[in-house]
C-alpha cells in the first residue's frame, strides 16, 4: 500500500463549526486529491493539488477550502460545516495527472 | 455529458459462478482506464489498469479486463468468484476535458457473493 496516512479517520462535529482533514504521504508524489464518497455517487472531486501552493477546484468544491504548504501534507477545509457534508472522504495521491491514484484510508465525517 | 456508466448497481452470485461488471464511458480522446475495489470498510485499491498495448489486461486476485475501443467499454471479468470478492467496484477513466486531466468515477457496482 502507498504510503498516505488520513487524520482523524472517524469525527463527529455539529453544523457551523470549522473542519480540517489531514493528508499525510510519504511517497513525494506531486499531485494530491481530495475526494469524497457518497452511496450512489461513486467518488466525487473535491480539490486537487500539483504542487506545493498549486490547487485548484474539482467537481464538488464548493464549502470546501485546501491548502499545501509542503510536499507530504494537503489539508481540506469545512470553514462552516453543514449536514450536506457529512460522507467519508478519502486523499490521492499520483505521480503524474494521468498515473494511477493511490488512496488512503478515509474519514468518516458526520455533521450534526 | 461526459460519464462513466457502471450498468449494474448491485450483483448476487454463488461462489465459483463467472462475474461480468459492465463500464462503458463517453470521453473522447486518450483515456487511461481503471478497476478498483473497495472491501467493507477499507479504502480502494487499485484491481487493474490500461494505459495501452493489449487490450485484454489482467489483475489482482485472478482479475482480468477487455479494452474495446470502439465500443467505449472496459468491462471486468473473473472466472469463478470467491466469498473474499464480496466488495464494491469501481470503473474510474482518467480523461482530458477544458479543466484538464482528472479521474472520473461511475457509481460503483455491489458484488455479494453467497456461499
Known amino acids: 500500500d502507498a504510503g498516505i496516512t488520513q487524520s482523524p479517520r472517524h469525527k463527529v462535529t455539529e453544523t457551523g463549526t470549522p473542519v480540517t482533514l489531514r493528508c499525510h504521504q510519504t511517497?513525494?508524489?506531486?499531485?494530491m486529491y481530495w475526494y469524497r464518497q457518497d452511496p450512489g455517487h461513486g467518488l466525487r472531486l473535491i480539490h486537487y493539488s500539483y504542487g506545493v501552493k498549486d490547487t485548484d477546484k474539482g467537481e464538488v468544491s464548493d464549502g470546501y477550502s485546501v491548502s499545501r504548504s509542503k510536499t507530504e501534507d494537503f489539508l481540506l477545509t469545512l470553514e462552516s460545516a453543514t449536514s450536506s457534508q457529512t460522507s467519508v472522504y478519502f486523499c490521492?495521491?499520483?505521480?503524474?495527472?494521468?498515473?494511477?491514484?493511490?488512496f488512503g484510508p478515509g474519514t468518516r465525517l458526520t455533521v450534526l | 455529458a461526459q460519464s462513466v456508466s457502471q450498468h449494474n448497481h448491485h450483483v448476487i452470485l454463488s461462489e465459483a459462478a463467472s462475474l461480468e461488471l459492465g463500464c462503458n464511458y463517453s470521453y473522447g480522446g486518450t483515456v487511461n482506464l481503471f478497476w478498483y475495489v473497495q472491501y467493507p470498510g477499507q479504502h480502494l485499491q487499485l484491481l487493474l489498469k490500461?494505459?495501452?498495448?493489449?487490450?485484454l489486461v489482467k489483475g489482482i486476485k485472478g482479475f482480468e479486463a477487455e479494452f474495446i475501443k470502439s465500443k467505449f467499454s472496459f468491462n471486468l471479468r473473473k472466472p469463478s468468484v470467491q466469498w473474499s470478492d464480496t466488495a464494491e467496484y469501481f470503473c474510474?477513466?482518467?480523461?482530458?476535458?477544458?479543466?484538464?486531466?482528472?479521474?472520473?468515477f461511475g457509481k460503483g457496482t455491489s458484488l455479494l457473493v453467497t456461499p
Open positions: 511517497e513525494n508524489h506531486r499531485y
Open positions: 490500461y494505459f495501452s498495448g493489449d487490450p
Open positions: 490521492a495521491i499520483s505521480v503524474t495527472e494521468t498515473d494511477t491514484q493511490y
Open positions: 474510474a477513466v482518467n480523461a482530458h476535458s477544458n479543466s484538464g486531466y482528472a479521474l472520473n
